[in-house]
């Protein structure tokens, strides 16, 4: 099991040096920081010592791991349109997404799984069919067009919820919330269903075929033979054993979430880190743009090797079978 953690660790620090090295290519070739950082009655001297102090003057090879060694520490560098350390921009950013990925997870995992229960259940009835049609075109649909037409209907022809913004918010200590006030859950209602609708049609469709598949084996088969109830049978037998792909796939569903959420927060002006990504894109903030890369790609690294090892722990087989030819070599 040991050998199993090093490795899954070792591969996910390869992804990340990997992904350092794409920033540190966008540091390279997206502008001379130097002429983002200083105006144009700048002089040469000026120039020249800023280029000493960020390190520009060494050989490409050491600014490299410069840059690796300043990540591994949080530090970024100083935002070019801002003039604030990056570290603090996403850190003051992230509970607006945290916040936001945290509720279109729960609406996702809370909607989908028992739509892909009713849907398999009684795949002919009405209800499954519509089931399968919304799925279709929670699918296809993409999460900005969903949020617009969100923002027409609530907000500007029934005016129920805000159009955009993240409401009042609590500060507790550096955490802020809009969870614990009335305007921030209202403003917090369409940029959740805006994110999570492609995710639960996603796990609807995956739960609806993993039973499907489920209540065709034998042993549900014996199970209803022994006459245990319909409920026993679809939700301690048949739901329990087709969980284990939903588990995978939260876990890459969080990362996901959190890495395409600067559509949705772009829509309705969330001030989450994608809406901080864009700015930084339409600005050519640099540090910005690295920083998101990075701390982006560490999150869903780590939710990936989480989920991978809480799936080595809970298949014995796969455990065993590793083990197995980790020795065959």
């Keep these: 099991m040991l050998a199993i953690v090093i490795r899954r660790l070792g591969n996910a620090a390869l992804v990340m040096l990997v992904v350092a090295f794409v920033a540190f290519v966008i540091f390279q070739f997206l502008g001379d920081p130097v002429q983002l950082m200083l105006n144009e009655q700048a002089s040469a001297a000026e120039r020249e010592a800023l280029r000493v102090r960020l390190g520009l003057d060494q050989p490409v090879i050491m600014q490299f791991f410069s840059f690796v060694l300043r990540a591994l520490q949080g530090d970024f560098g100083v935002s070019y349109r801002n003039q604030q350390d990056v570290i603090m921009l996403i850190v003051e950013r992230f509970p607006a997404t ?5 509720v279109a997870t729960v609406l996702a995992l809370g909607i989908g799984i028992p739509l892909g229960v009713l849907a398999a259940i009684n795949p002919q009835s009405l209800a499954a069919r519509a089931t399968r049609l919304i799925s ?16 027409l209907v609530l907000s500007v022809e029934l005016n129920w919820l805000p159009a955009f913004g993240r409401g009042d918010v609590v500060q507790i200590g550096r955490w802020s919330t809009g969870l614990l006030t009335p305007s921030g859950r209202m403003a917090l209602i369409m940029p959740a269903i805006s994110l999570a609708l492609f995710q639960i049609s996603f796990i609807t469709r995956l739960v609806t075929a993993e039973m ?8 549900i088969k014996f199970a209803r033979a022994r006459g245990l109830s319909d409920r026993a049978v679809n939700f301690h037998h048949a739901l329990k054993n ?4 939903v588990v995978t796939m939260t876990g890459m569903m969080i990362g996901d979430l959190i890495a395409f959420a600067l559509v ?9 880190m994608g809406l901080l990504f864009v700015q930084a894109v339409t600005f050519i903030d640099i540090p910005v743009m690295a920083a998101y890369l990075m ?3 560490f999150i ?3 939710l990936n090797t989480i989920v991978d090892l809480i799936y080595v722990l809970v298949d ?3 455990r065993h079978g590793m083990a197995g030819g980790a020795r065959a070599h």
Excluded at 98 to 102: M, N, P, T
Excluded at 136 to 151: C, E, N, R
Excluded at 242 to 245: D, S
């Design 300 to 302: 869903f690294v780590t």
């Design 264 to 272: 949705t927060e772009t829509v309705f002006q969330w001030p989450g």
């Design 136 to 151: 279709m075109v929670g699918v296809s649909v993409p999460a900005f067009v969903v949020g617009i037409v969100l923002i």
């Design 212 to 219: 499907l598949e489920v209540l065709r084996t034998d042993y």
């Design 295 to 297: 701390i982006v790609s």
């Design 316 to 318: 014995p087989r796969l």
């Design 242 to 245: 087709c969980l284990m792909p």
């Design 98 to 102: 945290f916040e936001l990925v945290v």
